[in-house]
């Protein structure tokens, strides 16, 4: 991958309805050039997905934030499935430490975090932070020298 490669994805991360003509005109090619190099990165697993980004809270989301789980190791394989159908639950990290799981959540009130929580303590412990509000989501992936 080269510097341009690395634009590509800036771009495309920015938005990803970017379109390959606007792209092309960004980085100096052509929009089949820009297709070609897209397609080689997906090919790589370089780009997993296309996706779009959800502001929850204007969805009856109002309260985020992020819970650390202590699991219980032999808890850890029913735990991944509760979160899979856990709605309330939006992203799943496995870690390493005692804190073994870290959760983002989005719910309506206190009220629903309250019974996520609950349900959350029979794999173990937690810690819950309430997001006030977030400086950022991503950043640029930084060009190759």
């Known amino acids: 991958m080269d510097r341009t490669d690395y634009q590509i994805l800036n771009l495309l991360q920015a938005d990803s309805r970017t379109t390959l003509k606007t792209i092309g005109d960004r ?3 052509t929009a089949p050039a820009v297709s070609e190099r ?3 990165m997906e090919e790589k697993g370089v780009i ?14 109002n309260l985020t934030g992020f819970i650390l789980v202590a ?21 799943h990290h496995h870690l390493v ?9 989005a719910v309506a009130d206190t009220r629903q ?9 029979q794999y173990g412990d937690s810690q819950t932070s309430v997001e006030l509000g977030a400086c950022f989501e991503q950043k640029d992936v930084p060009l190759p020298k």
Do not use: H
């Open 38 to 40: 897209i397609r080689r």
């Open 71 to 91: 699991v219980f190791p032999e808890k850890y394989g029913a735990f991944c499935q509760f979160c899979e159908d856990t709605p309330a639950i939006t992203a």
């Open 48 to 61: 997993k997905s296309f996706s779009v980004n959800i502001d929850r809270t204007l969805l009856d989301s």
């Open 113 to 121: 975090l309250d019974t996520l929580l609950a349900a959350i303590k």
């Open 27 to 29: 980085v100096g090619l």
């Open 97 to 105: 430490g005692k804190l073994n799981a870290l959760l983002r959540f």
